[in-house]
């Protein structure tokens, strides 16, 4: 069993028509979309509306469990934390005041904050989305083939690839630590907390030493069949009409939506 | 018959009925393991790559728990006891790395036995003696990443006898061991007076150590008796993917 499987992996097959389209259109959306999101003035909820509407299309047409993308996007949620001191010291017109610190909440506050909220949730959605129709290394090419630097592809390609296995290897740590994890009838088990910190910072020790020196023996096996720094792969997929028709029009959708809240 | 029962109890070291477990992504592992080892037998484990051995090995202490029976020196298993079996059972992991996660000998062998609530002067003398028993001694301020492949799976043994478990439960402890490791392990396996079941590949090697075999494969067990018998059926050793060489 691997629990690499089940905690990394993030596609989710399907056979939906945001699971067949290109990969990199998809990514070059999502790209494009997120500057959108990231760029609409604050507090332009009309312009969040209309940008969301296409996400709230893509989202349901890839027939993905609303729960899923719901659990995913919680991703934002640390966000929230950073943004809330915008909400007291922005000045403008006082909401409230927090009595014992004597910190003034204003109403320009509330805004930036629900703005910085919108706008990362929209982004964070846009990438579950994108992440669970289409295949790890569909994506991986995708990014090659638009230009993304190779170091970082492979990095994250590699990433990838062996997440899998270290996870497998810390189960198995794990497992080996429970079945020496015994009690005794009439006696208190575990050891101290103090010990038991230590034990399992060993392991992540370990753990580390291990994914470092696996890391060599790959790069020696890599090399050892002439490895460059380019990941090339076999199969070359073409651009289809539709698919730019698609991408034209919401490129010039979303960058309507962005004239129309600045002007 | 009650007496027979009490009798058949006691002497059962090991016994499952109708095992089965599916891994969380679907793979049925174990079809309905049936199995009784007695008290001190030694038992090899035979089956091709993916038969279920390892699996079968991780529920003897709980580790992983399926649908089905299994008792342990005459106690059930159950999510309220696994601890105590853990004691009972000696788990040893095929790849010694997995199982010694400790920064020097003397730590790993020690951690069933700190785990235990045990005190200070008999830790001491556990690890002295698990150590001894496998023929390490003096190695405790060594790292175990620095020992040879044969070494370090003798000090994974060491690592569950400081627990004195009445049972060892061994996964391919023979795997990648060059000849006279093999051999050094095998006299310490003979020399041990635990119950023990073995999984292996190594057909030869269980000629000398164990006197009857247990073969699995696709999550059954589809032979069980004595090792001569089954080592001599060659047209049951090929349809399991084994063969003696």
Not at chain 1, 78 to 105: C, H, N, R, S, Y
Not at chain 2, 81 to 89: E, I
Request: aromatic share 8%; with cysteine.
């Amino acid at each position: 069993m691997s629990i690499g499987v089940r905690f990394i992996e993030r596609y989710q097959a399907g056979s939906s028509l945001v699971h067949s389209a290109d990969a990199r259109l998809k990514l070059l959306l999502t790209v494009a979309y997120i500057f959108a999101v990231t760029l609409t003035p604050v507090g332009h909820w009309l312009a969040f509306g209309l940008l969301a509407a296409p996400l709230a299309i893509a989202a349901a047409a890839s027939r993905l469990p609303a729960l899923l993308i719901l659990r995913r996007s919680a991703l934002a949620l640390p966000f929230i934390v950073v943004a809330v001191p915008l909400l007291f010291t922005k000045e403008g017109d006082t909401l409230f005041t927090l009595q014992p610190f004597g910190w003034t909440a204003s109403e320009e506050g509330l805004t930036a904050v629900l703005t910085i909220l919108t706008k990362s949730w929209l982004s964070v959605v846009a990438a579950v989305v994108l992440t669970a129709t289409t295949p790890a290394l569909e994506l991986l090419r995708a990014m090659r083939a638009l230009g993304v630097p190779r170091i970082l592809v492979a990095t994250v390609s590699f990433m990838y690839r062996y997440l899998f296995v270290i996870a497998d290897e810390a189960q198995r740590l794990l497992r080996a630590r429970d079945s020496r994890s015994a009690r005794l009838e009439g006696r208190r088990c575990g050891g101290s907390v103090w010990w038991r910190a230590r034990v399992l910072g060993h392991m992540v020790g370990s753990l580390f030493l291990r994914s470092y020196e696996r890391s060599e023996r790959v790069y020696a096996a890599m090399q050892a069949r002439g490895y460059d720094g380019e990941m090339r792969f076999l199969r070359d997929s073409v651009w289809r009409l539709t698919e730019i028709v698609v991408a034209v029009a919401l490129v010039l959708y979303v960058t309507g939506v962005q004239v129309y809240a600045r002007y | 018959m009650h007496a027979t029962k009490a009798r058949a109890a006691v002497d059962t070291a090991i016994g499952i009925a109708d095992l089965r477990f599916a891994y969380p992504d679907g793979v049925q592992a174990l079809r309905g393991v049936d199995l009784t080892i007695a008290n001190g037998e030694k038992v090899a484990l035979l089956g091709p790559n993916g038969a279920g051995k390892t699996t079968l090995l991780l529920h003897l202490n709980g580790i992983l728990r399926g649908k089905g029976d299994i008792r342990i020196m005459g106690r059930r298993l159950n999510n309220g006891n696994l601890k105590h079996f853990r004691a009972q059972v000696g788990l040893v992991f095929e790849n010694p790395d997995d199982q010694l996660f400790s920064p020097t000998v003397f730590d790993d062998v020690a951690f069933g036995p700190i785990h235990m609530g045990l005190p200070k002067d008999e830790v001491l003398e556990r690890v002295r003696l698990a150590l001894a028993q496998v023929g390490m001694a003096g190695f405790e301020e060594r790292l175990p990443h620095h020992l040879s492949l044969g070494q370090k799976k003798r000090i994974a043994i060491a690592t569950v006898l400081s627990m004195s478990p009445a049972i060892l439960a061994l996964d391919e402890p023979f795997s990648s061991l060059d000849p006279s490791a093999r051999r050094e392990l095998i006299h310490l396996l003979q020399a041990l007076p635990q119950t023990m079941i073995v999984s292996t590949h190594h057909i030869p090697l269980i000629r000398h150590l164990f006197p009857r075999t247990v073969v699995m494969d696709d999550g059954r067990v589809v032979a069980d008796g004595e090792t001569e018998a089954i080592l001599a059926d060659a047209a049951l050793l090929e349809a399991h993917g084994l063969e003696i060489f």
